[in-house]
C-alpha cells in the first residue's frame, strides 16, 4: 500500500521534473565555450604575426588591411635568414639564456635548500629580503651596471648579459623554488646522511629528484625571461657580433618605416625554440605549477 502511494505522489501532474543534468550540461557548455574564446584571444595575436610574415611587402602597408595574403609568400623569411645574421644571433641568445638559466637555477636551488632547513627568524628575514628585491624597477640598475661592468671592462660582452640576467632571476627562483623542496621532508636528508652522504650529496640524491618538477619550472621561467631580455642587451652591449635576439627584432624598426613582414618573420623564428623547449618540458612544467598553487 505504501509502494502504491509513493509511486502516486512521484507521478503527481503538479512536480517539477528534476533539471540538475541539464544545468550542468549547459555549465559545462559554458565553459568550454569561454575557454576557446581564451584560447582563440591568445593565439589570434601569433596568427596575425604569420599572415603578416607571408604577406607581399606591398601588401603589408595597404588600407584597408588585407586579411589573407593574395598570393602568400616566404620571401621575408628568406630575406632575414639571408641579410640578416641570424645565425650569430640566436646562438647569442642561446648562450646568454641557457648560460643564465643554469646558474640561476642552481643558486636558487642552493638558496632554497638552505633557507628551507633554516628555522627562525633569520630565514623569515632572508625570504623578505628576496621579495624586496624583486620590487626594484631594473631600469634603476642599468647604470650602475653599467659603471660597474665599464670598470671590470665587461661592457659589450655576453658574459654582463648573463651576469645580469642571473642578478634579477635568482631572487624569483630562489622564491620559486623555497615551497617545493620546502615540501621534502626533513627526515629524508637526515636518512641520507645517516647512510654516508653528505649534505649536498643528500641534496642532490634525494631533494632534488622529490622536487624536480619545481625545478623544471624555475629553469624554463628565467630561461624565458634572460631570452626575451632587452633593456640591459640594449644598455650593455653595442657590436653586431654581440648581439641578441631582442636587439636584431629592434633594428628591423628604422627612423620612418617598419619592415612588418620581417619584422613579424624574425619573431616568428625567435619564438621557435621557446615553442620547441616548452613542448619538453610540459608535464613537467605544468606539475610544478600545479603542485606551487596546492602547497
Known amino acids: 500500500m505504501a509502494t502504491i502511494t509513493d509511486t502516486a505522489v512521484r507521478q503527481r501532474p503538479g512536480r517539477r521534473p528534476n533539471r540538475r543534468p541539464r544545468s550542468r550540461s549547459v555549465g559545462a ?43 602568400p609568400t616566404v620571401e621575408n623569411f628568406v630575406a632575414v635568414l639571408t641579410k640578416t645574421d641570424f645565425p650569430r644571433v640566436v ?14 637555477t642552481t643558486v636558487a636551488v642552493l638558496a632554497a635548500y638552505g633557507l628551507s632547513r633554516l628555522a627562525g627568524k633569520r630565514a623569515q628575514v632572508l625570504m623578505i629580503s628576496l621579495l624586496f628585491a624583486q620590487m626594484i624597477p631594473t631600469v634603476l640598475l642599468v647604470i650602475p651596471y653599467f659603471l660597474i661592468f665599464r670598470r671590470l671592462g665587461l661592457v659589450d660582452t655576453l658574459l654582463a648579459l648573463v651576469i ?11 622564491w620559486l623554488l623555497l615551497r617545493f623542496i620546502g615540501k621534502v621532508p626533513k627526515e629524508l636528508d637526515a636518512a641520507a646522511m645517516i647512510d654516508g652522504c653528505t649534505r649536498l650529496g643528500a641534496l642532490r640524491r634525494v631533494v632534488l629528484p622529490a622536487a624536480r618538477s619545481g625545478v623544471a619550472a624555475v629553469f624554463f621561467y628565467t630561461f624565458l625571461v634572460a631570452w626575451h631580455e632587452y633593456l640591459f642587451a640594449l644598455s650593455l652591449t653595442s657590436s653586431p657580433q654581440n648581439q641578441v635576439a631582442t ?24 619564438a621557435l625554440p621557446l615553442i620547441v623547449l616548452f613542448l619538453m618540458v610540459e608535464r613537467s612544467l605544468i606539475e610544478g605549477l600545479a603542485g606551487g598553487v596546492k602547497g
Open 29 to 71: 557548455t559554458g565553459r568550454y565555450v569561454l575557454l576557446a574564446l581564451m584560447l582563440l584571444f591568445a593565439l589570434l595575436p601569433f596568427a596575425w604575426m604569420l599572415i603578416t610574415a607571408i604577406k607581399p611587402a606591398a601588401e603589408a602597408y595597404t588600407t584597408p588591411i588585407i586579411w589573407w595574403p593574395s598570393t
Open 91 to 104: 646562438l647569442n641568445t642561446v648562450i646568454v639564456a641557457v648560460s643564465a638559466a643554469l646558474i640561476s
Open 164 to 174: 645580469t640576467n642571473v642578478s634579477f632571476t635568482a631572487p624569483i627562483a630562489t
Open 247 to 270: 636587439l636584431s627584432i629592434a633594428s628591423l624598426v628604422g627612423q620612418y618605416s617598419v619592415s612588418w613582414g620581417q619584422l613579424m618573420a624574425l619573431g616568428i623564428l625567435v
